[in-house]
């Protein structure tokens, strides 16, 4: 695939240095929850990193509206995304923008130039908005259920 004129754009160092950082830490979350088991009740995977239960939970008896987020990214992890979804879409959506978005950060990053394509602020903020819109959605379904 030829580059298009955006991607022979040259990243600033600042910028190059920041993509190497996210790429590098989406990556690592990616790892850690590939080697996490997820709860079977949908929520409470973290405390297996030493976590403690959520403060949320234990003083409402309700779910917090992260609650699931990370057995949803571990769930992801094993291809599981349908369940991923089920117990947190936010989170589901979190872990498909890290696993799209960690490899290209880091490489363009490395590289100092955009590959495959230039990332677009605009996406970038609907798709942010549009995750925690699914977020209130879910937690205020589940809050009614």
Do not use: K
């Not at 990332?119 to 925690?132: P, S």
Request: include cysteine; charge should be positive; proline fraction near 5%.
């Amino acid at each position: 695939m030829a580059d298009g004129p955006q991607q022979l754009v040259p990243i600033r160092p600042w910028l190059r240095r920041f993509y190497v950082a996210t790429g590098a830490g989406l990556i690592t979350l990616l790892a850690v929850a590939a080697r996490l088991e997820p709860a079977e009740q949908g929520f409470g995977t973290h405390q297996g990193l030493g976590l403690p239960e959520c403060s949320f939970f234990v003083l409402t008896g309700r779910r917090c509206p992260s609650c699931g987020m990370t057995t949803s990214w571990a769930y992801w992890m094993r291809g599981h995304v349908l369940r991923a979804v089920e117990v947190n879409a936010g989170g589901a959506m979190l872990a498909l923008a890290a696993t799209l978005g960690g490899p290209w950060t880091l490489v363009s990053g490395l590289r100092g130039r955009y590959v495959w394509f230039r990332l677009n602020e605009y996406v970038l903020i609907a798709a942010a908005v549009a995750t925690v819109i699914v977020v209130l959605i879910q937690w205020g379904w589940r809050m009614l259920v």
